[in-house]
C-alpha cells in the first residue's frame, strides 16, 4: 500500500507563504522526487505550512531523507523552512484527499491505548456518514498513522470544507449526538488545524 507524508514546516523569519521563490523551491522538489505534492498554509498560524505526498512505501521515504542526495536535494530549502514534523499514513493516492476544498482541516487524534483504540474505531465508524454528508461534496479520509512509536497509537483525518468556520458549525452540532461526543473520551488528546493550498 502507498503512504501519505504530511510534513509541517515554519516558515524562517522574513519568508512569507505567498513569497513566489518559496513555492518555486518546493515545486522544483516535487518535479525531482516525483511525489504529486501539495503545499499547505496553516490558516490558525501563518507562519505554518504543510506538504503533503506521496510514496510508494515507508521504506522508500526513509531511505530517500537518510541518502546524501536526499540531503542534498531538501537541503535548497533550509533557507526557507525549518523542520517540524512528519508522520505518515496509508493512503491509495492523493486523490483520495479532498484537494478540491477551499479549507482542508488535517487532524491529529491521539488515541489512549488497549480498548480506546477499538472503541474510536467503533464510533467513527457508526458517524462515518455524518461526517461525509456535512463535508458533501468534498472528500473525507481517515486512518492511522503508520510509524507511530510502540505502544502509540494516533489516528489522522483529512475533511474538506469551505470555511473554517463551517467545520466550527458542524463540531458543535456534532456534540448534540451523545455517542458522537463520547468519541472524545478515547482522546488523549489532538490537534486540528485548518490549511488552503498555497497554489490556489
Not at 27 to 38: G, L, P, Y
Not at 63 to 74: D, M, Q, R, V, Y
Request: aromatic share 8%; hydrophobic share 35%.
Amino acid at each position: 500500500m502507498p503512504i501519505l507524508e504530511v510534513c509541517q514546516l515554519r516558515l524562517k523569519e522574513g519568508v512569507s507563504a505567498t513569497d513566489e521563490s518559496l513555492v518555486k523551491n518546493l515545486s522544483a522538489v516535487r518535479s525531482i522526487i516525483k511525489t504529486n505534492s501539495q503545499f499547505y498554509h496553516c490558516i490558525e498560524d501563518p507562519s505554518l505550512i504543510y506538504i503533503l505526498g506521496m510514496w510508494s512505501t515507508l521504506q522508500t521515504h526513509q531511505n530517500f531523507l537518510a541518502s546524501p542526495e536526499g540531503k542534498k536535494i531538501l537541503g535548497t530549502q533550509d533557507d526557507q523552512l525549518e523542520f517540524q514534523w512528519m508522520l505518515h499514513m496509508e493512503l491509495d493516492s492523493m486523490s483520495s484527499l479532498p484537494l478540491d476544498a477551499p479549507v482542508m482541516a488535517i487532524a491529529r487524534l491521539f488515541i489512549k491505548d488497549g480498548k480506546h483504540v477499538e472503541e474510536y474505531n467503533r464510533i467513527v465508524k457508526n458517524h462515518k456518514s455524518t461526517i461525509v454528508g456535512a463535508t458533501e461534496p468534498y472528500k473525507v479520509v481517515d486512518g492511522w498513522r503508520c510509524d507511530s512509536e510502540p505502544s502509540k497509537q494516533e489516528a489522522l483525518m483529512f475533511t474538506g470544507w469551505d470555511t473554517v468556520d463551517s467545520h466550527k458549525a458542524f463540531i458543535e452540532k456534532a456534540r448534540e449526538n451523545k455517542e458522537y461526543a463520547s468519541v472524545r473520551e478515547n482522546y488523549d488528546g489532538m490537534e486540528v488545524r485548518h490549511a488552503r493550498n498555497m497554489e490556489g
